[in-house]
């Protein structure tokens, strides 16, 4: 355990919140990269969560669930801070644990930047279990996704004894940029934000445990695009157009490693997200997150700008580089 850091009763809440300490002004730039990817999804009520799943187009609760902060550095140095910031939301879990978190703002310090994952200098950390903090605080039937961390690691530089950073949150005032309905077999979407949607839209169509998904570029802002229910044959909107079949998932996936690749993660960052969610996306599953999956659903990445409105990243020393692949995904039933 890091010098700073100590298990608390409670991951994410102190006996104070209403004084809101502002991180300290940042000593410099250093040599490292910071590379994010989560998802948000709706749950009970369609709140928005981030994390790792998908979200309802109709703003309510969304979980913003498994949002993994890898970091690359070309040597050793010493981070002072790390801190995110929930924007109004509400930190549900975070891993490692800090004594001082807050219910929406969790501030990891003085971790060294040393080593990477699988050469044996962060390999043996030691992952909560259902019946620890932070998974023992949270209400009963509520997925706790520290425990559910292992699989995750990248070919990427240990941050202190972790292989990553890592925090879960939900939210009430953030709106996805995309609007969708669905008409018939046939889904509209408007985007009604400002920044380009990065990568493609995905559409996600489940019959029992037939699954069919393809991608299409993204509306512009300010426009209204309509996809239909298989991607049209020889268009330029056709994600990858010789790998698209469609009555599969290959479209799918492949839109997304497209999507992901984009970003700029790296592909064990995108073998990661993979591992985390494409058995929920594109897979054959009874449930997502307690509920039965989307029957119609789209799934598309955050423009830099909304990222920032779900959380705000602060560091110390200020990195050369930080890439967000942040997906929302969007039930359209």
């Known amino acids: 355990m890091q010098e700073g850091d100590a298990e608390a009763p409670r991951s994410g809440v102190s006996p104070s919140t209403s004084a809101r300490e502002e991180p300290e002004p940042p000593t410099g730039h250093a040599a490292y990269a910071v590379h994010e990817w989560g998802l948000l999804r709706g749950v009970s009520g369609d709140v928005l969560e981030a994390g790792a799943v998908a979200p309802s187009s109709t703003p309510g609760l969304l979980s913003v669930d498994k949002p993994i902060l890898y970091f690359h550095a070309e ?8 801190v995110v910031d929930t924007r109004d939301g509400e930190l549900r879990e975070h891993w490692p644990l800090v004594a001082d978190a807050t219910r929406s703002r969790v501030r990891w310090r003085n971790r060294r930047l040393e080593g990477s994952v699988g050469l044996g200098y962060c390999d043996r950390a030691r992952f909560p279990t259902n019946e620890q903090p932070p998974c023992s605080s949270l209400p009963r039937g509520e997925v706790c996704e520290s425990a559910e961390l292992a699989p995750l690691t990248a070919t990427t530089t240990c941050v202190g004894d972790a ?11 953030f709106t996805p940029p995309l609007h969708a309905t669905r008409e018939v077999d ?8 400002d920044e380009p949607i990065p990568g493609l839209v995905i559409r996600i169509t489940r019959h029992g445990h037939y699954v069919n998904s393809f991608g299409v570029s993204p509306p512009a802002p300010g426009a209204t695009i309509t996809i239909g229910a298989e991607p049209p044959r020889g268009s330029r909107d056709r994600a990858l157009d010789e790998l698209v079949g469609p009555s599969t998932t290959d479209g799918g996936r492949a839109a997304l490693q497209a999507s992901l690749d984009t970003l700029g993660l790296t592909p064990s960052e995108r073998a990661a997200f993979l591992r985390a969610w494409g058995d929920a996306l594109f897979g054959y599953v009874d449930t997502v997150g307690g509920l039965p999956p989307p029957r119609h659903s ?32 969007v039930r359209v039933d």
């Open 75 to 82: 040597s050793p140095l010493d981070l002072h801070e790390v």
């Open 163 to 173: 292989p990553f950073l890592f925090y879960r949150s939900r939210t009430q005032s």
């Open 186 to 193: 046939r889904i509209r979407v408007t985007h009604r934000g």
């Open 298 to 329: 789209l799934l598309y990445f955050l423009p830099p700008g909304a990222c920032d409105q779900v959380a705000t990243l602060h560091f110390d020393p200020t990195p050369t580089e930080v890439r967000r692949a942040l997906a929302v995904w």
